[in-house]
Nanobody, 124 residues
Framework: QVQLQESGPGLLKPSQTLSLTCTVS??????????WGWIRQSPGKGLEWMGA???????FYRPSLKSRTSISRDTSKNQFYLQLSSVTPEDTAVYYC????????????????WGQGIQVTVSS
């Protein structure tokens, strides 16, 4: 049973860079043929797909966030990462990592497996 676990800081100040790690365990490798994505949900809003990395290491970004987002991975650690620069209070959200067959995740059903999510708050 694959498990995904997000980790990182829960509180940032405006203009800082958010760095999150998704650790994958349970027998699945991030080189398996899935999209490994980052999705967030702000209070009162729906899921927002931020980007993903595929099995071969190709990276895809949400166009509106591309200038501030960086996704990478470390196959030796079976981890993939999200960096979001110049955060503002509007970046306050629960951030999820997920595995699935769909590149863009708009609904829960678009991904096969999800991490539990990590609350990130941006506040001065």
């Amino acid at each position: 049973q694959v498990q995904l676990q997000e980790s990182g800081p829960g509180l940032l100040k405006p203009s800082q860079t958010l760095s999150l790690t998704c650790t994958v365990s349970g027998g699945s490798k991030i080189t398996d043929y899935y999209f490994w994505g980052w999705i967030r949900q702000s209070p009162g809003k729906g899921l927002e797909w931020m980007g993903a990395i595929d099995a071969g290491g190709s990276i895809f970004y949400r166009p509106s966030l591309k200038s501030r987002t960086s996704i990478s991975r470390d196959t030796s650690k079976n981890q993939f990462y999200l960096q979001l620069s110049s955060v503002t209070p509007e970046d306050t959200a629960v951030y999820y990592c997920a595995r699935g067959q769909h590149l863009e995740v708009r609904r829960t059903a678009d991904a096969d497996d999800w991490g539990q999510g990590i609350q990130v708050t941006v506040s001065s």
